[in-house]
């Protein structure tokens, strides 16, 4: 008895819908770690992309190159500081000679410096967040927008945060460092419409390296802890903000609120925050409430 074959849906026969991202080729401040290094893998094991990465750390980078295995070789890394603006030049000019095209320039490198008052935190403290969190992003953009600019699809991917929606006790200078940043991104995104897509993207906390130079662990506090997103979570939604070339992305739900009160009640949202966290003792913002 001959045997009917099964009818195969149309919809299996399609081809694979084709994404803006596919083959292009990123560089990717502050890859070796955290939401970069994320970004840097799904870009590459979902859209066969090239990445460049930069960062300080030469161990971190070795032990990413190991684990992407057979796609190791769409990935490679430059050591060095972002806050070293001639290093980002030499890099623009080491690319161009070269005939490295670049589509795509993600800024992820950042720092969150301890919880501390604005008046007991150090001027020389304050530059470095500056330089680390917002000028680095000006010299990668200023370096590499010549490159950019010969792409069919340039995009400019900065990440902010949410400090920079709603300010919180204890982080001036990381406030003000991405405050500039969200301010500086707005003014991209209006000069090169049409020309770039620019993406200004607000995380709230993520379990990641970012808090390094605390005075505790996000795992020794509940309250903190418990809207911490994980990093593998804030990197997906990220990823798939990119795919859909969105413009402003607000992520996290301590993000979402902060957004939304603070547009609402700005000064009475940062007076509640403040009270709350005084209340918690938390340890992370205990600095802060010693020296009132």
């Known amino acids: 008895m001959q045997k009917i074959a099964k009818s195969v849906p149309a919809c299996y026969n399609k081809p694979m819908k084709r994404s803006w991202l596919d083959g292009k080729t990123f560089l990717i ?20 992309c090239r990445i460049i990465g930069i960062g300080r750390s030469e161990k971190k980078f070795e032990d990413f190159v190991a684990s992407l295995k057979e796609n190791a070789d769409k990935f490679s890394y430059r050591v060095f500081d972002v806050t070293d603006e001639a290093k980002w030049i030499s890099l623009a000019r080491e690319l161009k000679e070269n005939g490295v095209k670049i589509d795509g320039l993600i800024n992820c490198a950042g720092m969150l410096p301890p919880f501390r008052s604005a008046v007991k935190t150090a001027v020389s403290d304050t530059e470095i967040v500056i ?56 003014a991209l995104s209006l000069e090169l419409r049409g020309k770039v897509y620019v993406s200004l993207v607000m995380p709230g906390f993520a379990r990641t390296g970012i808090f390094r130079l605390q005075n505790t662990s996000i795992e020794d506090d509940k309250l903190i802890r418990s809207f911490c997103m994980p990093a593998d979570k804030m990197t997906n939604k990220i990823y798939r903000g990119l ?38 003792k938390i340890k992370l913002f205990e600095e802060v409430f010693d020296e009132e």
């Open 243 to 280: 795919k859909r070339k969105k413009t402003r992305m607000v992520i996290g739900k301590d993000a979402r609120a902060m957004d939304f009160f603070y547009r609402l009640f700005p000064k009475p949202t940062m007076l509640a925050v403040k009270a709350v966290l005084r209340r918690a």
């Open 131 to 186: 330089k680390t969190n917002f000028l680095s992003c000006v010299y990668a953009v200023n370096a590499v927008y010549p490159l950019l600019a010969a792409s069919d699809t340039p995009a400019i991917v900065n990440i902010s945060s949410a400090a920079a929606l709603a300010t919180i006790v204890g982080t001036s200078a990381y406030s003000a460092s991405k405050s500039a940043l969200k301010s500086y991104t707005e």
């Open 29 to 48: 401040s502050g890859a070796s770690s955290g939401l970069g290094r994320g970004l840097a893998e799904k870009l590459i094991s979902f859209h066969d």
